[in-house]
């Protein structure tokens, strides 16, 4: 084997080993979250108009003027697209002194093999770290910055509003009401379930007027694994758990609990999150499978493979999704 032959090595034997491996990991977030995907014009960032929405319809008679609205945006949200690669090479020398193609196609191999199940990894960690930090009071820059070239996000903390994902006293731009989607100290129980769900669907439902808008509809309830358990008693029982009376228990067949071992921060041990699956709240950005290159340095007789993906998430709603027990800090 010689140095010539690598091209032909890494498109055989390395681009399919990697596509096969990131197919591989069982993907958690885009069964959750809308998915949408990263164009060219998407390479940076992207971003959009939260809206007040439209008033009420007003009473006319014939021939009288319409009653003149106004329709316009109350924030903006924005969206940084996160640029992930890592690179490994191959010389000459290296190509010369292993004797054969097989040593060098195990490298090319297990190189491929591991970005392509570490990227799959990265993108699922990024969104459940999201979540996870999505509750601070101080913000995080991280996860929630989403500047992008002449486009800077005055909030690069929080989401659009300037408050964390998960707040107690969410603002709307009309009017002096707040609004909550974090309950910091409410345990997962059947009651303090019904809670939330009553807030997300019945409370929150508002635009930014403080006009009621269609239902939310918040049917996923995902926990880390050590609240599987007590997750699924609650909602899959048929009588109420714990109840003394036969009480028919109202949360079965409502929710679908989604156990995540990513939600694996030290203060998530007993969190949980309810929300409206595939709703235009979180939304990912993602460029789909990994892309390789490769490029030949005729000064110092090596070949450099770049293996590459792209990636980002925003909220564009707080509405539609709660978390709870966790703590602000």
């Known amino acids: ?143 929630f910055d989403g500047s992008f070239p002449e486009n800077a996000d005055p909030y690069p903390k929080f989401i659009y509003d300037g408050l964390p994902l998960f707040d107690t006293a969410h603002t709307i731009t009309i009017g002096a009401s707040t609004f909550a989607n974090h309950f910091p100290s409410t345990t997962l129980t059947h009651d303090n379930l019904q809670t939330v769900y009553n807030t997300v669907r019945s409370t929150n439902n508002v635009d930014e007027r403080g006009q009621k808008t269609a239902q939310i509809r918040p049917r996923t309830l995902l926990v880390p694994p050590s609240m599987e358990l007590t997750a699924r008693t609650l909602v899959e029982s048929i009588n109420k758990p714990g109840g003394s009376n036969n009480d028919v228990n109202i949360h079965n067949g409502r929710f679908e609990v989604v156990p995540w071992e990513l939600l694996n921060d030290t203060a998530s041990s007993a969190a949980w999150w309810l929300g409206e699956a595939q709703s235009d709240s979180i939304v990912i950005y993602d460029s789909g499978e990994p892309q390789m290159d490769m490029d030949y340095d005729k000064k110092r007789k090596t070949w450099t493979i770049t293996m590459e993906t792209h990636f980002g998430i925003t909220c564009r709603n707080w509405r539609q999704w709660a978390c709870a027990n966790k703590l602000a800090s």
């Open 1 to 143: 084997m010689d140095i010539s032959q690598v091209p032909e090595l890494v498109n055989n034997e390395g681009y399919p080993l990697m596509i096969d491996s990131y197919g591989e990991i069982e993907r958690v977030a885009p069964r959750i979250f809308r998915t949408e995907q990263i164009t060219d014009d998407r390479l940076y960032g992207d971003k959009g108009s939260v809206l007040t929405g439209m008033g009420m319809p007003v009473a006319r008679k014939d021939k009288e003027q319409f009653t003149l609205d106004e329709f316009r945006s109350a924030y903006t949200w924005y969206m940084q697209t996160q640029q992930w690669g890592l690179a490994f090479e191959i010389s000459d020398r290296m190509v010369r002194a292993a004797g054969g193609v097989g040593r060098v196609q195990r490298l090319v191999q297990e190189q491929a093999r591991s970005f392509g199940k570490n990227a799959a990894l990265k993108k699922e960690q990024w969104v459940a770290d999201f979540l996870q930090q999505g509750t601070l009071t101080a913000g995080n820059a991280d996860y």
